[in-house]
């Protein structure tokens, strides 16, 4: 039977709901789309319910209508600075008389590996087995069946504000759906655009939304860090109106017709000049290319840097052979990912969603990673026993700890 999922990303620009069938685990066939301006929400975060809620139904809305589906459950990415990253690992002894590995050790080891302090402020959106080591070797994908007396796993934990996940669980209920599973922004999107080869030989996704851009490094196979730096497409947008004193929509205007990410003299002539509105009603002025040009290109560099140093703070200094996969709505600005090649000497692509049919036109470009990823997700890891669904407005429920294990060996096991 086929499956139907829907989605829900609440961006900063956008919201974007999305039904589709899944014929298998790599291939959605979309049935509806509903696309909206996001409004309540600053840096991935939640600031006004009520202006979320109503961006949030009118893009639930759209997406029922042109799917004919009526949407009751959804998976909801979730972003922002308060989102949190760490490694951390668990050693138990085998229970097991014969010294065969079983699901329940593996549990107790996840459990172990959770045993950290987190804040009463904080709660855990993610525990995610990366790798396991028996007896001392590493690099274990599935150690269940295997013999052994010691189990380590080495898992990925993702914290986030629970004022910050509150208000999100919050806004999309009032809206009038429930939560599948919240899953946070960059996993999602590296479902949609990166292989399993690519995680495999290490690869680093960046998801560059309108103000946040979202990393995520995954070697082995396996995640390794998460973390979100406050800059996106919007800042080219401010740095526009600041430099030339251009309103802010042509700014975004002359940013999407005209921008590049190298400010190339060759390229251009010094009679390239464009007619612009100043913020003086009535008044007009004349553009050059070349300094539009230079005015991106700055701040382009200055994102190159601060992705480099996420990469460095990561603690990962092994090869990244798949190097950089770049996506997000900014991740369309002309030469992007050349500059950021030249820059840092990796291999940087585009990363698109893949495996889409049916009302797919728009969907597979990069602004859509994270909606269609959410999808993927929902589709390889499912959610039987998601803490999150049906959260009460009052308190959502916070599972137990082994609840959630459960959840996640489920997911994770053959
Ligand atoms: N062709 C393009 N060239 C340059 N920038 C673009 C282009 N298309 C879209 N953008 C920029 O991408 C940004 C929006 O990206 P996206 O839709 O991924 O954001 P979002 O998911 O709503 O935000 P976030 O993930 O930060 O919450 C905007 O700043 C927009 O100007
Ligand atoms: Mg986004």
Redesign the pocket.
Known sequence: MRRTLVSI????????TIVAQAHDEHRLNVLGVGLTQ?KG?D??VIVNIDDAVSAIATSIEKAERLSGYRIDTAYVGV?GRHVASLNSRGVVAVSHPEQEITPYDVGRAVEAAQAIAIPTQREVVHIIPRAYIVDGHEGIRDPVGMSGFRLEVETHIVTGEVMAIQNLIKSVQRAGVEIDDLIL?PLASGEAVLTPEDKDRGVVLV????????VALFVQGGIWHTSVIPV???H??NDIVYVLHTPHNTA?YL??KY?TAIADADAVHDDDLIDADTLVVGERQQISRQLLGEILQARAEQMVELIYEEIQRSGYDGLLQSGIVIT???A???RFDELMRDMLGMPVRIGKPTGLSGLAESTDT??Y??SVGLLYWGLRHGQSESPYRGAGQNGWGRASIYDRLKNWLREFLP
């Open positions: 990303d609440v961006g900063t620009t956008k919201v974007c996001s929400v840096k991935g972003a922004q998801d560059i939304g309108g103000t946040t851009t979202d996106g497409g919007a080219f947008t975004e940013k999407l921008g997000g709505g900014a369309q600005l002309p990069p602004p990673a994270t």
